[in-house]
């Protein structure tokens, strides 16, 4: 089966540092990956999509320059939480298509000091 | 209108009863249907996808879609408190093709 791993599984950073989350295809290309936040007890929340080798495409509301997103290949795309604050603390999923459906890594969890 | 809508629950079914869950989605030109289950703490993982009009069984799991009525479906034979969970309905609607539209999910809870 399709298989998208993320990492690191879990980090704690202090405020005002900057946090980079990989997400990798491990057994397919995937044209376009997604991330997502979620919190606690609620439900997921889609930050952006990004295709490789073009700019991301961010959800109304977020961030582009506080949440930077490369996907430099088919099998790769990154997440960078740029001056981090307790408040940006959350889980972070990444997916990819494969498709016709999407699939999911296991997620980071955040927690900014 | 949501896009695509779920009761939150929780569904409580006893073990070994057939737990039922149900998606609605606003597009009616909506081709691809897709139930994910979300431990918690965990992030989502993919159970059925169905893109045709009727039932899709895969082991205890039954995925059922109604384009006319705009609604998908998802059965649960035998529960087993494993599968206590958050279930997820996705829909890739034909206006966004490259997005997938989450409900916000139906958390069951099967009884031992």
Excluded at chain 1, 11 to 35: H, N, Y
Excluded at chain 1, 54 to 83: C, M, P, R, W
Excluded at chain 2, 47 to 65: C, H, V
Aim: glycine share 6%; hydrophobic share 30%; aromatic share 12%.
């Amino acid at each position: 089966g399709a298989v998208v791993s993320q990492h690191p599984s879990r980090v704690i950073c202090k405020s005002g540092t900057s946090v980079k989350i990989e997400c990798r295809s491990l057994d397919f290309q995937a044209t376009t990956m997604f991330w997502y936040r979620q919190f606690p007890k609620q439900s997921l929340m889609l930050m952006a999509t990004s295709n490789e080798g073009s700019k991301a495409t961010y959800e109304q509301g977020v961030e582009k320059d506080k949440f930077l997103i490369n996907h430099a290949s088919l099998t790769l795309s990154t997440l960078t939480v740029t001056s981090a604050h307790p408040e940006d603390s959350s889980f972070y999923i990444c997916s990819a298509r494969g498709e016709p459906e999407q699939y999911f890594g296991p997620g980071t969890r955040l927690t900014v000091t | 209108q949501k896009e695509v809508e779920q009761n939150s629950g929780p569904l409580s079914v006893p073990e070994g009863a057939i737990a039922s869950l149900n998606c609605t989605y606003s597009d009616r030109g909506s081709q691809s249907f897709f139930w994910y289950r979300q431990y918690s703490g965990k992030s989502p993982e993919l159970i059925m996808s169905i893109y045709s009009n009727g039932d899709k069984e895969d082991g205890r799991f039954t995925a059922q879609l109604n384009k006319a009525s705009q609604y998908v479906s998802l059965l649960i034979r035998d529960s087993q408190p494993s599968d206590s969970a958050t279930y997820l309905c996705a829909v890739n609607m034909r206006y966004n093709f490259n997005k997938f539209y989450f409900g916000s999910g139906t958390k069951l809870n099967v009884k031992p």
